[in-house]
Nanobody, 117 residues
Framework: QVQLVESGGGLVQAGGSLRLSCAAS????????IGWYRQAPGKQRELVAA???????NYADSVKGRFTISRDNVKKMVYLQMNSLKPEDTAVYYC???????????WGQGTQVTVSS
């Protein structure tokens, strides 16, 4: 089982930026598509960005042009650069498998992102 640890969240004003990091515990990570998900209070968890093993990326319409996902398979890390943040981006952000990698690993604790207006 792969363990996931998310970090990099915080409180930022609207228009600001944050960079989230996701650390995986096992090299199995490199054989899976990985996504960043978020869950706002009272809402379902949603996939906002994903990256394939080859580096192809997908984004939800709500973050397209503002967020950038990347990965470093050697370091077993996935990143989410978030720019032009909006109050509606406020949520707990998680990483996990995505796209064609349908077996989810145990969810980590996530990292809280709060965007003030």
């Amino acid at each position: 089982q792969v363990q996931l640890v998310e970090s990099g969240g915080g409180l930022v004003q609207a228009g600001g930026s944050l960079r989230l990091s996701c650390a995986a515990s096992r090299s199995t990570f490199s054989f899976n598509a990985i996504g960043w998900y978020r869950q706002a209070p009272g809402k379902q968890r949603e996939l906002v960005a994903a990256i394939s093993t080859s580096g192809s990326t997908n984004y939800a319409d709500s973050v397209k042009g503002r967020f950038t996902i990347s990965r470093d398979n050697v370091k077993k890390m996935v990143y989410l650069q978030m720019n032009s943040l909006k109050p509606e981006d406020t949520a707990v952000y998680y990483c996990n498998t995505a796209l064609y990698s349908t077996t989810r690993w145990t969810w980590g604790q996530g990292t809280q992102v709060t965007v003030s207006s």
